[in-house]
């Protein structure tokens, strides 16, 4: 039995409500991971579970056909102290639902919730789908997506629901974080050093602030490099022997993560070295069928500089969803109803555009 969509629609509002009056931290989602498997039992869906990863499988799964991945999270931050109402007290106020993860990502998870019920028991799609409702994708941790996609068949091409005003974000930057150390002479701070680690930094400095990346992505632009922390020296008489930085790094879809690292490694004036190399830039082929139904519908395409879950996948992906970006861990997040309404209806033409026409 096919399921309304204004039903899906009110059904999938009343389930935000409730997942922001649970605590989900990241790595402690459980009661929300909880709150989404007995929501999808509602409409007589089966699921399945990992850590606090929730999946579900199309009623017609063909392990012939190639599958479609619909994910996003149901974990967030911590409120910050500019927060005027109470976080886990989800409340409408002209128009807005507001509460911890309204934005990001809730309004995008409950509209991708009801439009895979929408498409539960379709038979004939193109592609089968598979929901993920994801955990710890705020702190990137191992027990996230990164985690789950192992035991999921082979995806093929995956929609991330991220606050995008429902644009497409065809592309996404990468990130690798580095730990820089600037080495010098230790002394005692009285007696003539020519090789003081702190002097030393200042071209070092100067080095990052200048360098750019040869390649520009059409969509992502420049590859970023940003020197975002510095600490040296414990003692007002003593020139320390090194100056620890941190350089942020995000990366366009021109470069991997490694070649972007071994070029650091082999021409920064100091010692580079990265925390991680998995957090690699996403991209989907601008002439992709899923790209070309949303853009049918007058949606935009757009390159994004921030991260997501599509991080962890190696296959075709678009960013997607309603609520905006600029919103996200804010004081008092909110997210407009007629977001999550539009974003349903929005997910559910651009879905049969590509699943019903591909």
């Known amino acids: 039995m096919k399921i309304n969509q204004e039903t899906l629609t009110q059904g999938a509002i009343e389930l935000l409500q409730e997942l922001i009056s649970i605590s989900s931290f990241s790595g402690e989602e459980d009661k929300t991971a909880d709150a989404i498997q007995k929501w999808l039992a509602g409409f ?41 109402k109470d976080p886990f007290h989800p409340r409408i106020e002209d128009g807005r639902l507001f509460g911890l993860g309204s ?37 990137a941790g191992d027990k996230s997506l990164t985690a789950l996609l192992p035991i999921l068949p082979k995806i093929d091409v995956a929609v991330v629901g991220e606050p995008t005003l429902m644009d497409l974000a065809v592309a996404e930057k990468g990130l690798i974080v580095f730990d820089a150390v600037v080495e010098g002479t230790p002394s005692h701070a009285a007696h003539p050093n020519n090789d003081n680690s702190i002097y030393n ?41 090194k100056v620890d930085l941190v350089v942020d790094v995000r990366v366009n879809d021109c470069y991997s993560n490694k070649e972007i690292a071994d070029i650091l490694e082999k021409e920064a004036p100091c010692k580079m070295t990265p925390r991680s190399l998995r957090l690699n830039s996403s991209a989907i082929n601008p002439e992709h069928d899923l790209v ?67």
């Open 44 to 84: 007589g869906i089966k699921t399945a579970r990992q850590f606090n990863n929730v999946y579900v499988f199309n009623k017609h799964f063909d392990e012939n056909k190639p599958t479609l991945l619909l994910n996003s999270h149901h974990d967030t931050v911590k409120p910050n102290s500019a927060y005027t």
């Open 103 to 139: 934005n990001d990502a809730g309004g995008c998870l409950v509209s991708l919730l009801a439009t895979f019920a929408h498409f539960y028991e379709h038979d004939n799609l193109s592609h089968n789908i598979i929901m993920a409702a994801t955990g710890e994708e705020e702190d």
């Open 292 to 358: 070309k139904s949303g853009l049918a519908l007058g949606r935009k395409a757009y390159g994004s500089p921030t991260l997501s879950d599509q991080a962890a996948l190696s296959c075709q992906s678009v960013k997607l969803g309603p609520g905006d970006s600029t919103r996200s861990h804010s004081a008092n997040e909110f997210i407009y109803v007629n977001e999550i309404e539009e974003g349903i209806d929005l997910y559910i033409k651009i879905l049969k555009g590509f699943l019903v026409n591909s």
């Open 201 to 241: 930094t200042i071209d070092v400095l100067n080095w990052f602030k200048a360098y750019s990346f040869e390649k520009v992505s059409d969509a992502l632009g420049e590859v970023k490099l940003t020197v975002t922390q510095i600490n040296a020296g414990s003692q007002h008489n003593v020139v320390p022997a």
